[in-house]
Antibody, heavy 124, light 107 residues
Framework: QVQLVQSGAEVKKPGSSVKVSCKAS????????ITWVRQAPGQGLEWMGG????????DYAQKFQGRVTITADESKRTAYMELSSLRSEDTAMYYC?????????????????WGQGTLVTVSS | DIQMTQSHSTLSASVGDRVIITCRAS??????LAWYQQKPGKAPKLLIY???SLESGVPSRFSGSGSGTEFTLTISSLQPDDFATYYC?????????FGGGTKVEMK
């Protein structure tokens, strides 16, 4: 059974960066996509981007282009999401989620399982 | 990007009711649609994938239907554990998008 465990909560100043990790245990890692989804307080789910570790390149939602970097370390079975130039509107819960099927063979996939979430608070 | 619209942000229902949640895509996505349930303070949980395939372990009272641009999630007999927010998500494009969510609350 695959489990995704994320790093702990962060408090950041406006203008700074945050890097959140997502470690996978059990199952395969490299050929499945890891995506990042955020949820602002009281709001819906917003896809930020994703990566298939075996390919190494990430795709990003246009809204976050230039501000987000998603990487993966196959040896550590860990994916990372770094968001820069933080502002108060970036205060949110950030989730990682794995593709439900091997994304290396298809770019069409649902998300399962999900990590527990990492709360990022941006405040001066 | 493909836009996903859930027409009701809130639905009020009682235990035992049949509940239907709708989701519309801005363009045809075939059957590349998933449904998730989210409870407060928890990560989303997969219920349905490929529009109508029930995820293992999900109660059979949940079902999904639709293709193209119109989709529904049906709860045949609402149980106390089902009060939650439900999201649709398209994966026809590698740029994934979610609907705005439908909260099922107690009437």
């Amino acid at each position: 059974q695959v489990q995704l465990v994320q790093s702990g909560a962060e408090v950041k100043k406006p203008g700074s960066s945050v890097k959140v990790s997502c470690k996978a245990s059990g199952g395969s890692f490299s050929s499945y996509a890891i995506t990042w989804v955020r949820q602002a307080p009281g709001q819906g789910l917003e896809w930020m981007g994703g990566i298939i570790p075996i390919f190494g390149t990430a795709d990003y939602a246009q809204k976050f282009q230039g501000r987000v970097t998603i990487t993966a370390d196959e040896s550590k079975r860990t994916a990372y999401m770094e968001l820069s130039s933080l502002r108060s509107e970036d205060t949110a819960m950030y989730y990682c989620a794995r593709s439900g099927i091997e994304a290396a063979a298809t770019n069409r996939y649902w998300l399962d399982p999900w990590g527990q979430g990492t709360l990022v608070t941006v405040s001066s | 990007d493909i836009q996903m619209t859930q027409s009701h942000s809130t639905l009020s229902a009682s235990v035992g009711d049949r509940v239907i949640i709708t989701c519309r895509a801005s363009q045809s996505i075939g059957d590349w649609l998933a449904w998730y349930q989210q409870k407060p303070g928890k990560a989303p949980k997969l219920l349905i994938y490929k529009a109508s395939s029930l995820e293992s372990g999900v109660p059979s009272r949940f079902s999904g239907s639709g293709s193209g641009t119109e989709f529904t999630l049906t709860i045949s007999s609402l149980q106390p554990d089902d009060f939650a927010t439900y999201y649709c998500q398209q994966y026809n494009s590698y740029l994934l998008t979610f609907g705005g969510g439908t909260k099922v609350e107690m009437k």
